[in-house]
Nanobody, 127 residues
Framework: QVQLVQSGGGLVQAGGSLRVSCAVS???????????MGWFRQAPGKEREFVAA????????SYSDFVKGRFTISRDNFKKSVYLQMNSLKPEDTAVYYC?????????????????WGQGTQVTVSS
């Protein structure tokens, strides 16, 4: 059974940095290497929105406009993990962040295309 377990996040002042991590279990690392991985977020009262995605071997990445230049997605296939480094954080980045896995699919910003989801991690940015 594929499971995504998130860690990191927390509370930071505006302009600060945080990193969230997502470890995948239940698959061999060769299989994980065929998963597109993504990060999404959901703020209170808002719909879940796409943040970033990374291709199978990390050679391609995609970002939403509101995080481009501030956030970096990366992965370590041997550790079966994906990371989101968040710099220059703003209060509007406050949300629950979710990692997601899309087996054998291309990068996409459509949440419905991802089959597996992490439990969510709270990120709060104070002004």
């Amino acid at each position: 059974q594929v499971q995504l377990v998130q860690s990191g996040g927390g509370l930071v002042q505006a302009g600060g940095s945080l990193r969230v991590s997502c470890a995948v279990s239940g698959v061999h690392f060769n299989t994980f290497s065929t998963y597109t991985m993504g990060w999404f977020r959901q703020a209170p009262g808002k719909e879940r929105e796409f943040v970033a995605a990374i291709s199978w071997y990390g050679e391609s990445t995609s970002y939403s406009d509101f995080v481009k230049g501030r956030f970096t997605i990366s992965r370590d296939n041997f550790k079966k993990s994906v990371y989101l480094q968040m710099n220059s954080l703003k209060p509007e980045d406050t949300a629950v962040y979710y990692c997601a896995a899309r087996p054998q699919g291309r990068m996409t910003s459509a949440s419905a295309q991802y089959d597996y989801w992490g439990q969510g991690t709270q990120v709060t940015v104070s002004s």
